[in-house]
């Protein structure tokens, strides 16, 4: 068996037609029938294209599922797996969810009659508080986002699936390289495309995985009758991305790892968030959930928790590029309470850890030796700001 970079790598398809070695861009809205119904297997650019063919099959042998589908966004990814349920159905979701995630089913789903519970799930027993017939998926993420929790998903999964849940994992953050969240006995693995997976910030992605034909059949139906699919330059760019996930994840974990290791000596930090550091709870969890690897992301508070502070230190830095997203390979930094995370009441907020003074770090592949600069530069400019403000 070839290890799994090599694998990954003679997973992208070599054109049969010409011999490309990149896979082509089919930018066609429609295919020539020789006849009504005979064609090659293509027959509208919204039901398939043989570019996102290629994509999702590359994708599903990444996770270790049967199929996967490309969608125009993660969220768009995330909403093809909510049309699943109808009225009355109920979901238990993580209480540290993607701020889209939490958008998308507060204001859009409930409006439609589906409850959804947000629950700590980083004790799995928490959930059998609100595990009833009517729950029908159990929402995971792991690490989560920004405050990085981690969920032992394999337990989580064996108390759903007693109910007759599903259990769907948003594995953006630990990316197949650290996480595979099939082999820990989930259903759905979601991916926004846009981070790890695409990896250079140049496009927005999602990604639906499955392992079983029933769920795949039903997915492809929802992609091709709601009609949020990856167009063909995006899903080249995704399988170019994907090419160098391996590589690029290994880095990132290593380098975040000592980023968080030097934040922790640094007088203005208040806590750091990271599930490499073992004073994270769930420590020894993540190392085995992720072989290993424990992200790119880190997040940590300030001793003065305002948003004043965070706001100051988030403009000071210069290799961290202060935006919203991660997993790219330019490194950012974003201010949750104000950015990602703003559609959140800030009570909800403060209950699941997001302080005000929070900061997300998300590495980059610089070397960790400049990014570590940067922050030193940053809190040293801070410093001297207040100290002519104080003699002003
Ligand atoms: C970014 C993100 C999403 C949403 O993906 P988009 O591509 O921005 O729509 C969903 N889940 C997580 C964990 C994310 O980080």
Redesign the pocket.
Known sequence: MPHKTTNLIHSVPVDELTGSISVPIYQTATYVQEAPGVNKGFDYGRSNNPTRLALENIVAKLEGGSAAFAFA??????DAVLKTLKTGDEIIAVDDI?G??YRLFTHIYEKFGITIHYVDTTDADNIRDYISSKTKLVWL?SPT?PTLKISDIKKITSIAHAKGALVVV?N??ASPVAQQPFKLGADIV?H????YLGGHSDL???LVVVNTPELAEQIKFIQNASGGILGPQDCWLVIRGIETVTLRVERQCKTALQVAEFLQSCEEVENVYYPGLPSHKNHALAREQQNGLFGGVISFSLKEDTEEAAIAFVTSTQYFKLAE??GGVKSLVCHPAQMTHKSIPQEKRLQSGIANSLIRLSCGIEEAEDLIADITQAFEKIRKQETIEVFN
């Open positions: 966004t993660g969220l768009a990814a995330i993607y889209g995630a993420e986002n948003d953006t953050f979601i926004s495309g846009t981070k927005v992605a999602g997203s991660l």
